[in-house]
T-cell receptor, first 115, second 113 residues
Framework: AQKITQTQPGMFVQEKEAVTLDCTYD???????LFWYKQPSSGEMIFLIY??????QNATEGRYSLNFQKARKSANLVISASQLGDSAMYFC????????????FGTGTQLKVEL | DTAVSQTPKYLVTQMGNDKSIKCEQN?????MYWYKQDSKKFLKIMFS???????INETVPNRFSPKSPDKAHLNLHINSLELGDSAVYFC????????????FGPGTRLTVL
């Protein structure tokens, strides 16, 4: 069975600084996808970024980039130039291709951006 | 132009009651899901439907029954509500041909008293 581990329950970062949120995963399946979602205090789940296991390049979406290190089974999220609006809970998740499209989530990291 | 919508947003009810949560998506996706987020913010899949057919049924009490009248709708009916059912329930949808990215609804906060 697949598993996601997020070891940072809480993180602080100063506005305009970059921050890295850690995510490691465990699966024996060679074909999978990795996702990051943001959950602000208002409660909705917002898709941020996706990385496929066969993608050669790290995914980027605006200020978000995914530092994908396949051999280490890590998929860290990097947020550049943090903004106050980035304060939220961030979830890493994995999906196995052909695994019924089931997203398995980590426990999340609460990020607080300070002035 | 709401993509995935859920009603109601909040649901407060007494133990033992039966309640339903509705979900609709206008993204044209074939697959829809129900997830439960507990008080510790942990998200876990409950059900998944592909084109009205049940494809994932996790170990969920049979008091929970999903129904998909068409591929744009997936409702969740809960019988004999218990205190432990209090949680936020999220509906999501995806199109497998488009990278399996799941788009979530706003969530329904269920409180059982």
């Amino acid at each position: 069975a697949q598993k996601i581990t997020q070891t940072q329950p809480g993180m602080f970062v100063q506005e305009k600084e970059a921050v890295t949120l850690d995510c490691t995963y465990d699966t024996s399946d060679p074909s999978y996808g990795l996702f990051w979602y943001k959950q602000p205090s208002s409660g909705e789940m917002i898709f941020l970024i996706y990385q496929g296991s066969y993608d050669q390049q790290n995914a980027t979406e605006g200020r978000y980039s995914l530092n994908f290190q396949k051999a280490r089974k890590s998929a860290n999220l990097v947020i550049s130039a943090s903004q106050l609006g980035d304060s939220a809970m961030y979830f890493c998740a994995i999906i196995l291709t052909g695994g019924g499209n089931k997203l398995t989530f980590g426990t999340g990291t609460q990020l607080k951006v300070e002035l | 132009d709401t993509a995935v919508s859920q009603t109601p947003k909040y649901l407060v009810t007494q133990m033992g009651n039966d309640k339903s949560i509705k979900c609709e998506q206008n993204l044209g996706h074939d697959t829809m899901y129900w997830y439960k987020q507990d008080s510790k913010k942990f998200l876990k899949i409950m059900f998944s439907y592909n084109n009205k057919e049940l494809i994932i049924n996790e170990t969920v009490p049979n008091r929970f029954s999903p129904k998909s009248p068409d591929k744009a709708h997936l409702n969740l009916h809960i019988n004999s509500l218990e205190l432990g059912d209090s949680a936020v329930y999220f509906c999501a949808s995806s199109q497998p041909s488009a990278g399996d990215t799941q788009y979530f609804g706003p969530g329904t906060r269920l409180t059982v008293l």
